[in-house]
């Protein structure tokens, strides 16, 4: 073997992270495959770790520039392919959904009164107060505020830059 393929066989350590990392496009092949982001991400670990000791072993070397560029993406493919799996396991899937509505503490006591309202026929009709949230601002109030906050910051900005022009 020459020299020339002896230090070209380094590059090969990183192109291999890089295929291991899989096709771009498909990360599991079935439900069951995406629980297994554990085993993937210790394999990853180990892998990239014989990578490193590879290429430390090969220094010095005149292609350790292209070598590391391979290492980067070849371990970016690879956590990237672990982390799919991680996210699209049941139990992240599932906590990443909607909690269950909380109809606050005084719910059951106005459903029971709403309930005897309706049992002894009393016209019941239920009336929101918007108005009546507590001294929380509408979205409308706050996002007017922000706005005139920043205008007022803008032009004075402005006023400042034509000063110092």
Request: a negative charge; proline letters at 6%; aromatic letters at 12%.
């Amino acid at each position: 073997m020459n020299a020339v393929n002896s230090k070209l066989t380094i590059l090969w350590a990183p192109f291999l992270l890089l295929h291991l990392g899989g096709p771009d496009n498909i990360t599991a092949f079935s439900y069951d495959d995406n629980e297994s982001w554990l085993r993937h991400s210790v394999q990853l670990l180990l892998q990239l770790a014989a990578v490193i000791y590879l290429f430390i072993q090969s220094l010095p070397n005149e292609y350790w520039i292209p070598t590391c560029l391979m290492l980067f993406a070849g371990a970016y493919k690879y956590a990237e392919r672990s982390f799919a799996l991680h996210h699209a396991c049941f139990d992240n899937i599932r906590s990443s959904l909607l909690p269950k509505p909380n109809p606050g503490p005084h719910y059951i006591q106005f459903m029971e009164e709403n309930c005897a309202l309706k049992e002894a026929h009393v016209p019941v009709e239920i009336k929101t107060d918007k108005d009546s949230a507590d001294g929380i601002q509408s979205p409308d109030t706050v996002l007017e505020e922000v706005l005139d906050k920043y205008t007022k910051l803008v032009i004075e900005g402005y006023t400042l830059f034509n000063d110092f022009n």
